[in-house]
Nanobody
């Protein structure tokens, strides 16, 4: 059974940093591209970032480019999202996604596996 478990969310102030983690089990981790999505209250889930199997070729949403960094540790079956210079508009529930290919992780309707999410709240 595939499990993706996110952690690291919390309540921070604008300008602060957070590092999200997603621990994966039940799948061949290095065979999946890994991504992050987020969903704010009353809004659709949106793509945030994706990284390929080896940790290269990251792609970011324009809204987070230059502030967020996605990385992975295949030895620990974990993907990370380093979030710097956080803004109130980054407030959302953040979801980890596992995808057969990197392009699949650009489309929430094609994602193969989802985590349960972790809440990030940024106060002004």
């Amino acid at each position: 059974q595939v499990q993706l478990v996110e952690s690291g969310g919390g309540l921070v102030q604008a300008g602060d940093s957070l590092r999200l983690s997603c621990a994966a089990s039940g799948l061949s981790f290095s065979s999946y591209a890994m991504g992050w999505f987020r969903q704010a209250p009353g809004k659709e889930r949106q793509f945030v970032a994706v990284v390929n199997y080896s940790g290269g070729a990251p792609v970011y949403a324009d809204s987070v480019k230059g502030r967020f960094t996605i990385s992975r540790d295949n030895a620990k079956n974990t993907v990370f999202l380093q979030m710097d210079s956080l803004k109130p508009e980054d407030t959302a529930r953040y979801y980890c996604a596992a995808c057969r290919t990197r392009n699949i992780c650009l489309n929430e309707y094609a994602v193969n596996y989802w985590g349960q999410g972790t809440q990030v709240t940024v106060s002004s």
